[in-house]
T-cell receptor, first 115, second 114 residues
Framework: AQKITQTQPGMFVQEKEAVTLDCTYD???????LFWYKQPSSGEMIFLIY??????QNATEGRYSLNFQKARKSANLVISASQLGDSAMYFC????????????FGGGTRLMVKP | DADVTQTPRNRITKTGKRIMLECSQT?????MYWYRQDPGLGLRLIYY???????NKGEISDGYSVSRQAQAKFSLSLESAIPNQTALYFC?????????????FGDGTRLSIL
């Protein structure tokens, strides 16, 4: 069975600073994908970034990057130059390739950006 | 218009009532999913479908049923609602191929059962 753990229930960051949100995962499969989603207070789920288990380079999308450490089974999200609009819940999720594109989600981290 | 549309957006109802949540998509995706989110928790999979004739149970299917009427439509039913089914419900879709296919979510249905 797959499991995603996000150990930080809540975090504060100063506007314009960088912040790292932690995610560790557990799977016995060799082929999998890791996703990060943002959920603002309005409730929708917004896809941010993806990392494949065979990708040799860390994924980047604008101000988002993924610090992927396969041996440690971690896939931390780094947000650079935080903005007030980054305040939201952030979820890490994993898809195992032989499981039909289904996602297993972590419990989330609430990020609060301070002006 | 949104690619994945859920209706209604909010619903308050009473214990024992039958409720249907509807999801439609314009993305042309084959795969559709229903999730539930409880306060302070991540999403949990209720049911999923890879095609019109394909229905599969997820992690927490008890008390729910689904219908895939067409490629673009996937509805979730609570036959006899109970208060612990109060939650935020999400429909999602994904493409059939590609290792980096994210799931695309609707805006959610907030359901309260009194």
């Amino acid at each position: 069975a797959q499991k995603i753990t996000q150990t930080q229930p809540g975090m504060f960051v100063q506007e314009k600073e960088a912040v790292t949100l932690d995610c560790t995962y557990d799977t016995s499969d060799q082929s999998y994908g890791l996703f990060w989603y943002k959920q603002p207070s309005s409730g929708e789920m917004i896809f941010l970034i993806y990392q494949g288990s065979y990708d040799e380079q860390n994924a980047t999308e604008g101000r988002y990057s993924l610090n992927f450490q396969k041996a440690r089974k971690s896939a931390n999200l780094v947000i650079s130059a935080s903005q007030l609009g980054d305040s939201a819940m952030y979820f890490c999720a994993m898809r195992v390739n032989n499981a039909g594109n289904m996602l297993t989600f972590g419990g989330g981290t609430r990020l609060m950006v301070k002006p | 218009d949104a690619d994945v549309t859920q209706t209604p957006r909010n619903r308050i109802t009473k214990t024992g009532k039958r409720i249907m949540l509807e999801c439609s998509q314009t993305k042309g995706h084959d795969r559709m999913y229903w999730y539930r989110q409880d306060p302070g928790l991540g999403l949990r999979l209720i049911y999923y479908s890879f095609d019109v004739k394909d229905i599969n149970k997820g992690e927490i299917s008890d008390g729910y049923s689904v219908s895939r009427q067409a490629q673009a439509k996937f509805s979730l039913s609570l036959e006899s609602a109970i208060p612990n089914q109060t939650a935020l419900y999400f429909c999602a879709t994904s493409g059939q191929s590609g290792p980096n296919q994210p799931q695309h979510f609707g805006d959610g249905t907030r359901l309260s059962i009194l």
